[in-house]
């Protein structure tokens, strides 16, 4: 198994730009999420999905999209960049536990954006 | 409210110092579960431990060793012999199990650092 894989893992934008986020996994997980950390601020989450064609929103979804076509892969879109975005996103993965999220999430080796 | 405190920010030991590392936690849910990560300056997040609120025996991996504890709320992590390769960022994290919940709980973690 690959887990959870992330592309790129580093990518550079000028304000305004819009980019997207590569996210997938193998291993057949229902949940998946994308967070950002930031330093002193720990994770914070931005979208979730709990299957797919179903996502909703967590704690900082402002300037972010996602969708979710497959199990398998869940984009992250960023569509007018700001220097605000600049962070280190994370996605992760899981089986839910009879519906809430008591299983453990395996997380992708992240991406660093800087927005210039 | 759900809550989880890990109030050592930063944690300097020299190579062999046994060290522990603290979480405090709330909920008001009496099914929970606890986890702890570790991010080394690699940057990836590593799954170390999940524990249920039912299952109050300490844990014990190698060098490592949890201790769970209902009555003070809290889901300590002990690092016997320190190494400098432990040297890591280390996230706890709490997740209650109510059928609509999608959301963890993360610490904002504690920087370890091992001298040699």
């Known amino acids: 198994n690959a887990g959870v894989t992330q592309t790129p893992k580093f990518q550079v934008l000028k304000t305004g730009q819009s980019m997207t986020l590569q996210c997938a996994q193998d291993?057949?997980?229902?949940?998946m999420s994308w967070y950002r950390q930031d330093p002193g601020m720990g994770l914070r989450l931005i979208h979730y999905?709990?299957?797919?064609?179903?996502?909703d929103q967590g704690e900082v979804p402002n300037g972010y999209n996602v969708s979710r076509s497959t199990t398998e892969d869940f984009p992250l879109r960023l569509l007018s960049a700001a220097p605000s975005q600049t962070s280190v996103y994370f996605c992760?993965?899981?089986?839910?536990?009879?519906?809430?999220?008591?299983?453990?999430?395996?997380f992708g080796p992240g991406t660093r954006l800087l927005v210039l | 409210a759900q809550k989880v405190t890990q109030a050592q920010t930063e944690i300097s030991v020299v190579e062999k110092e046994d060290v522990t590392l603290d979480c405090v936690y709330e909920?008001?849910?009496?099914?929970?579960?606890l986890f702890w990560y570790k991010q080394p300056p690699s940057g990836e997040l590593v799954f170390l431990i999940r524990?249920?609120?039912?299952d109050e025996q300490n844990e014990i991996s190698g060098r490592y060793s949890w201790n769970f504890q209902k009555s003070t709320s809290s889901f300590n992590f002990t690092i016997t012999a320190s190494q400098v390769v432990d040297s890591a960022v280390y996230f706890c994290?709490?997740?209650?199990?109510?059928?609509?919940?999608?959301?963890?709980?993360w610490g904002l973690g504690t920087s370890l650092a091992v001298n040699p």
């Open positions: 291993m057949n997980h229902e949940y």
């Open positions: 992760a993965s899981s089986y839910l536990g009879g519906g809430a999220i008591t299983e453990t999430q395996y």
């Open positions: 999905s709990v299957g797919a064609g179903i996502t």
């Open positions: 524990r249920n609120s039912f």
């Open positions: 909920t008001r849910d009496t099914t929970y579960y």
């Open positions: 994290a709490l997740s209650e199990n109510a059928g609509n919940n999608r959301k963890l709980i």
